[in-house]
């Protein structure tokens, strides 16, 4: 138990190090450069029962992409929640199928053509006409959460690379890490940990960062 909680305080210890060295996004983009027009809908929770008449509890969001680039794009997108508690949760996670058939139920009226992330293809066209409403999904987190962040990268496809901290190739150079601009959602959360559906997320900001 004692290695598990140090190897994952190293790990957050590293990623500290790596986002405190880690370059800011460009503020004039290269010609070649492109990031999506992105706005999105706070997280909300969904629940879920399983045939045993289990309830499962989930948290999503809805983005809204459009690509006004002037040409069409790659679109290789990842969506992670990291909790202050030392949890990191990719998007999709033993997420049953339903749980986004009731998510698109839900927003019928505004998000008539809402797609799951993991079906929303791997190219974006140029043009208002062919945004996509896409709804990222994950399981609910520890109750002892007091802030979450929400990283979605492959909006852009701006990168960058930095010298790893501690790794070294044979040559004892430094390992290179590369980085993507990546849009981040901050929230704290709120609420008695015995009443989970009361829980209420307060938005704190968003910034582009190179993650």
């Not at 027009?37 to 706070?42: L, Q, S, Y």
């Not at 679109?75 to 949760?89: A, G, K, Q, S, Y």
């Not at 791997?122 to 979450?148: C, H, Q, T, Y």
């Amino acid at each position: 138990m004692k290695s598990f909680v140090y190897g994952t305080l190293s790990f957050f210890g590293l990623m500290v190090c790596i986002s405190f060295a880690a370059p800011e996004p460009a503020i004039i983009p290269g010609p070649r450069d492109w990031t999506l027009d992105v706005t999105f809908e706070h997280p909300q929770q969904i629940v879920a029962r399983t045939e045993k008449g289990e309830s499962l509890r989930f948290w999503y969001t809805i983005v809204t992409l459009t690509n006004e680039s002037g040409r069409d794009v790659d679109f290789f997108p990842n969506c992670e929640l990291m909790t202050d508690t030392f949890h990191i949760l990719p998007a999709g996670k033993s997420t049953p199928t339903g749980v986004f058939e009731g998510i698109k139920r839900r927003h019928q009226r505004k998000y008539p053509f809402m797609e799951a992330l993991d079906k929303a293809g791997n190219r974006m066209l140029e043009g208002e006409d062919n945004a996509k409403d896409i709804a990222v999904i994950w399981p609910d987190f520890d109750e002892k959460v007091k802030n979450i962040k929400v990283f979605v990268s492959g909006l852009s496809n701006e990168t960058a690379s930095i010298d790893h901290p501690v790794e070294k190739d044979g040559e004892g150079k430094a390992v290179k890490v590369y980085l993507r601009k990546t849009l981040e959602l901050s929230y704290s959360v709120s609420g008695d940990p015995a009443l989970r559906s009361y829980a209420k997320l307060s938005y704190k900001g968003k910034r582009w960062i190179m993650r």
